[in-house]
């Protein structure tokens, strides 16, 4: 990847709904090669897909929690039952594993503080395993980043 792909690739972060040639016109390419370069990102898979940014609270989900999970035992097993569930849990947008005190850090979005409840008693406390819950709610956003791509 060399820096004409780093331009495309931050383009493409700013506005993935850019035409080839409005692309093409903001990394001074001509058109053909611009598309070349965007499908090879996209083949190699540094380029992973394209998708809508929504804005939650107006989508209804205000509410965003940040759980700390432990889990009891790190064997195999535990841990792969663990993310399986995960993997199958809508309000849960990331799952990240973790050093430090605890194992996992689980962004989720709700609707409301009952609905959050609901969550943890109906989905989180049917996973086995965990050894204990934490939860930070964010009452607003100071940064939040969509665009990571340097450019050399």
């Keep these: 990847m060399d820096l ?7 383009e ?3 506005n993935g709904r850019l035409t080839n040639n409005e692309l093409a016109e903001r990394v001074n390419l001509s058109p053909s090669p611009c598309l070349r370069r965007v499908r090879n990102l996209e ?4 380029i992973a897909g394209y998708a809508a940014l929504i804005d939650q609270s107006a989508y209804g989900l205000p509410i965003t929690v940040f759980i700390r999970i432990k889990l009891e035992h790190h064997n195999k097993q535990a ?3 663990f993310e399986k569930h995960v993997g199958e849990i809508d309000e849960i947008l990331d799952c990240y594993l973790m050093t430090g005190d605890s194992d996992y850090l689980l962004r989720v979005i709700v609707d409301s503080l009952e609905a959050y409840e609901a969550f943890i ?21 100071v940064k939040q980043n969509r665009v990571f791509a340097r450019v050399i």
């Design 4 to 10: 004409k792909d780093q331009q495309i690739i931050r």
């Design 12 to 14: 493409l972060q700013l």
């Design 43 to 46: 083949r190699s898979g540094i």
């Design 79 to 81: 841990v792969q039952t």
């Design 121 to 141: 008693r109906d989905k989180i406390h049917q996973i086995p395993s965990i050894a204990s819950i934490g939860t930070s709610f964010a009452y607003g956003i």
